[in-house]
């Protein structure tokens, strides 16, 4: 442990004896400082034994002296020493005095004991001090690589809490908690989702700490209990990014009732480079699914879709032997920027997060500009990327979302093996509507179940619905007659003189000459079904403006 005042005061050779402050031994000694300043703190960092003869000092005056000591303490010096048979065979009583009341302790240095021996004292405790952290850092890392060779992250992060006598957990690209240790830390982890989001969007390497000093308070469960066997005061959390690259792939969260101490922190930093290097290794193994995914896939749009199985065996067979949805999706922003797909890691992320927590099989394959996903239908996955697309749609409406982060998506219903190239155009098709209508997400069974009547607000539709009526309008706004209204009521009572006569409140005749003048102006003539049809729709789309 490092140098005490006390571990001073018992230092045979030493022999020193405290005249003052004698309950604030336990403190801790940075160093030792040797200055006849009168005033030396402006050379003081804190945590100083300060190391004086009172050459320069009138250190019988008691208002002298109560401003000195009061300086020193102010400073952070931790203790004073005073050596005795150069300036003053004693103590003076003033400086004991000041010394009793600002509560700083006050060390006799005998005349025989050089200042320099109280040094190397001190030196060496710290020395020592390190060298047992370097120690005992090097031990940690030892245990904790023999822990994730045996029983991978959980391994480590329970070797990592009996370290650092607290806790650890581990949480995914998504946020989630995916193992914690002791049992009852990953409760008191699922309470940090909010910080691990904040950091997450913070580039990697970063760092934060929550609770304790200079942290933010996390939140606390209502009406949640400690566990019978979570230490006392365990509120100070470090999080960490895990990641070689710009994004995060993983957070680690420490906690503990007080700041790490150096071997501590020598086995938080080992964690950090082991879960690094294995997620690293885990990348380049998902470089090699994703390239037999790409090989998958293309087999299944080809219209293979037993060659398809062949190839995916274990690793994509599941996800096959059931329905699944293709997922197509891509960056809001056609302009190129870096990387067309680094605003799509997000939804990556969250998805190969939630199937890996469940046990399901997702295939994700880049395609140019653009992702395709196959994933089970009504599996994890799939729910998990309609929540993200929510959350970013709410972020988009609520002016949150940066342009770096947008993307459209097209979900297709549910298909098999044989029909996945079918599925890939709905996905395709619903991506369309995604982005003519600013969406996030577009399901194509929503397309399938809603109306025709919101695709009439395309702009090229609204156009040819203007030119066709056109004619029509001009002449009501002749004055010669109500044609728009008669066509409309006409058509909607399918043709029905009378019906169509009553609600417009004219004579079935004259809304015979009408529909006559309607044929005449527009050269077609309204028993063509087509044209009645184009007409209804003409009708709808500008009744929509």
Same mark, same amino acid.
């Given at each position: 442990m490092a140098p005490t005042l006390a571990s001073l005061v018992h230092h045979s050779a030493l022999k020193l004896t405290v005249r003052a402050g004698g309950d604030r031994l336990d403190v801790p000694v940075r160093w030792a400082h040797v200055s006849e300043l009168a005033d030396p703190v402006p050379y003081m960092e804190g945590g100083e034994l300060l190391l004086i003869t009172a050459l320069k000092l009138d250190a019988e005056d008691p208002q002298a002296m109560r401003r000195y000591v009061r300086r020193l303490a102010r400073a952070g010096v931790v203790g004073l020493g005073f050596a005795v048979g150069v300036a003053y065979d004693e103590i003076p009583k003033a400086l004991v005095d000041a010394a009793e009341k600002e509560g700083l302790p006050l060390l006799e240095v005998p005349r025989r004991t050089p200042f320099l021996a109280i040094s190397k004292a001190v030196s060496a405790a710290i020395a020592a001090d390190q060298y047992r952290a370097v120690t005992a850092g090097f031990a940690a890392q030892r245990e904790l690589t023999k822990q994730a060779l045996a029983a991978g992250p959980e391994g480590l992060l329970s070797a990592l809490a009996s370290q650092v006598d607290g806790w650890a957990a581990l949480y995914d690209a998504s946020g989630s908690v995916v193992a914690a240790a002791p049992e009852w830390a990953g409760r008191r982890a699922a309470r940090l989702t909010a910080e691990v989001e904040r950091l997450r969007e913070r580039p990697t390497p970063a760092s934060a700490v929550v609770g304790g000093p200079g942290g933010s308070a996390p939140a606390q469960g209502a009406g949640e209990a400690k566990p019978a066997d979570a230490p006392e005061n365990a509120d100070r959390v470090e999080l960490h990014s895990l990641g070689a690259g710009r994004r995060p792939r993983a957070t680690l969260a420490v906690g503990t009732a007080a700041a790490l101490g150096t071997a501590e922190r020598y086995a938080v930093h080992s964690a950090i480079a082991l879960l690094t290097l294995t997620m690293e290794r885990s990348r380049s193994l998902q470089a090699a699914e994703q390239r037999l995914g790409a090989a998958v896939l293309r087999m299944l749009l080809a219209g293979e879709p037993d060659h398809a199985r062949a190839v995916a065996g274990d690793l994509y067979g599941e996800l096959l032997d059931a329905p699944f949805r293709v997922l197509v999706a891509e960056p809001a922003s056609t302009k190129p920027a870096g990387d067309p797909l680094a605003g799509l890691a997000g939804l990556v992320d969250?998805?190969?997060?939630?199937? #890996?927590?469940? !046990?399901? =099989?997702? +295939?994700?394959?880049?395609?140019?500009? $653009? +992702?395709?996903? +196959? =994933?089970?239908?009504?599996?994890?996955?799939? #729910?998990?990327?309609?929540?993200?697309? #929510?959350?970013?749609?709410?972020? $988009?409406?609520?002016?949150?979302?940066?342009?770096?982060?947008?993307?459209?998506? !097209?979900?297709?219903?549910?298909?098999?093996?044989?029909?996945?190239? =079918?599925?890939?155009?709905? =996905?395709?098709?619903? +991506?369309?509507?995604? $982005?003519? $209508?600013g969406r996030v997400l577009v399901e194509h069974e929503q397309l399938a179940a809603g109306s025709v009547l919101p695709l009439l607000a395309d702009d090229a539709v609204k156009a040819f619905a203007d030119g066709l009526l056109r004619a029509l309008r001009e002449h009501d706004a002749n004055g010669r007659g109500d044609l728009v209204a008669s066509l409309r009521a006409w058509l909607s009572r399918h043709g029905q003189w009378d019906a169509a006569a009553a609600d417009l409140g004219v004579h079935r005749h004259t809304l015979r000459y009408r529909m006559r003048r309607v044929e005449e102006i527009l050269g077609r003539s309204l028993d063509d079904p087509d044209a009645r049809m184009e007409l209804w729709l003409a009708l709808k789309a500008t009744s929509t403006e």
């Open positions: 969250v998805a190969e997060s939630a199937a #890996a927590r469940s !046990g399901e =099989a997702v +295939l994700v394959v880049p395609e140019g500009g $653009r +992702l395709v996903a +196959l =994933a089970a239908d009504g599996g994890a996955a799939v #729910a998990a990327c309609t929540r993200y697309a #929510a959350a970013r749609e709410g972020k $988009r409406t609520s002016g949150g979302d940066g342009d770096e982060d947008a993307m459209v998506v !097209g979900l297709s219903a549910p298909a098999g093996p044989i029909a996945a190239a =079918a599925a890939y155009k709905q =996905a395709e098709q619903a +991506l369309s509507v995604a $982005r003519r $209508r």
